[in-house]
C-alpha cells in the first residue's frame, strides 16, 4: 500500500482548483486552515503529499469529507468498487492507513472506510471536515482511544462509537495496530 504518484498529482491539482475556486490566496487558505503557507505551497504543487491532520484541515475548510475530496480526483466512481481497486492513502507522518471501501457516489450521503492506526500514533481533527458530519466507528482489531470533543472513550475489539464531533483525536495505545471500519453520513 504505497502512495499513488498519479493520485497524488491530481489531489494537488485539485486542491489548487478548489483555492483558486474561492478566489483565495494561498496565504488566506493557510489562515483559515491554519497551516503554514509554504506547507500548503509544496502540497499543491505535488512535492509532498499531504499529511492526514492537514488534509482534515483543508477539508474542513473546503466543507467537504476527506472521502469526497479523494473521490473528486479519481477519474469515474464506480457502482461497484472491488478490493483491488479501493484508494488507499497513507499519512506517511504517521503511519495512518485510510481504505475507501464504500467512496461517495452521487446522491448518497453514506460512504465506509477502513482505518489502520500503528501501535503509539497519535492523529487529532481539530475541526470537523463538514459539520454536522455523523460517525459510525466499529473497532474490529486491536485498541483505540478516540477522543471526542474533550472526551475520551477506550475502545476494544468489538465496540462502536456513534459521533457527531467538533474535535476528534485518534491515539493507538498498542501493542498492535487498531483497525477499525467507519461509516460517515453527510447530513
Not at 99 to 126: K, N, T
Amino acid at each position: 500500500m504505497g502512495i499513488d504518484t498519479a493520485a497524488d498529482e491530481r489531489l494537488a491539482t485539485r486542491l489548487a482548483e478548489l483555492r483558486v475556486e474561492r478566489g483565495w490566496t494561498l496565504e488566506e487558505l493557510a489562515q483559515r486552515a491554519d497551516v503554514s503557507r509554504s506547507t500548503l505551497s509544496r502540497v499543491e504543487r505535488a512535492e509532498v503529499s499531504p499529511t492526514a491532520a492537514v488534509l482534515g484541515r483543508l477539508c474542513a475548510v473546503y466543507g467537504r469529507t476527506m472521502s469526497r475530496l479523494l473521490a473528486e480526483v479519481e477519474s469515474v466512481p464506480a457502482r461497484l468498487v472491488r478490493a483491488d481497486e479501493q484508494r488507499v492513502w497513507r499519512d506517511e507522518a504517521t503511519g495512518f492507513v485510510r481504505r475507501s471501501v464504500s467512496p461517495p457516489h452521487g446522491s448518497l450521503r453514506a460512504e465506509l472506510i477502513e482505518g489502520r492506526l500503528p501501535a503509539g500514533a497519535d492523529l487529532a481533527y481539530d475541526r470537523p471536515s463538514v459539520p454536522g458530519l455523523e460517525h459510525h466507528l466499529w473497532l474490529l482489531e486491536g485498541e483505540l482511544e478516540l477522543t471526542v470533543d474533550g472526551e475520551a472513550h477506550l475502545l476494544a475489539a468489538g465496540d462502536c462509537l456513534r459521533f457527531v464531533a467538533e474535535s476528534t483525536r485518534f491515539r493507538c495505545p498498542g501493542p498492535a495496530e487498531a483497525r477499525y471500519a467507519l461509516v460517515v453520513v453527510v447530513p
